[in-house]
């Protein structure tokens, strides 16, 4: 990787490190306040941090559309909604809803917390497991 993406790359980690940091979607309470609507401790903190989110990423991907090299990078290779794309989102939302934290969130709080650590372990064995399982589903 060439030093400008390197450290583009680097920032654009940092800054989004920060971002989950700052919003408190690090902390599991938060994401599991947001997922329990219905019992009575619905925390919206999720939804406002996913809706200042979204509108960015969306100029974003609408700007880099238009610079040449993105016009180059080849399609997806899944364009349909498939079996294992929907047992893979299931199982995500399984582990997301049980651990109230995603992959993302979890590399930026075991800087803060070491309790992380069994999830990321779990996260990597699912990752090699799901690998060798992926022509099974």
């Known amino acids: 990787m060439r030093p400008n993406k390197l450290?583009?790359?680097?920032?654009?980690?940092?800054?989004?490190?920060?971002?989950l940091a700052i919003s408190g979607m690090v902390n599991p309470s938060t994401v599991l306040g947001f997922l329990?609507?219905?019992?009575?401790?619905?925390?919206p903190r999720l939804a406002g941090v996913m809706g200042g989110a979204v509108p960015v990423a969306a100029l974003i991907f609408y700007y880099a559309r238009s610079i040449k090299p993105a016009k180059d990078l080849p399609s997806p290779p899944i364009t349909c909604i498939d079996r294992k794309l929907v047992v893979g989102s299931i199982l995500f939302g399984i582990g997301w809803g049980l651990a109230g934290v995603c992959p993302g969130p979890t590399l930026i709080a075991i800087f803060f917390d070491w309790h992380f650590l069994p999830f990321l372990a779990a996260l990597l064995v699912g990752m090699m497991a799901?690998?060798?399982?992926?022509?099974?589903?």
């Open 36 to 43: 329990d609507v219905f019992g009575g401790a619905w925390n």
């Open 130 to 137: 799901g690998t060798q399982l992926r022509n099974q589903i």
């Open 7 to 19: 450290m583009s790359a680097l920032g654009a980690g940092l800054v989004f490190g920060f971002g």
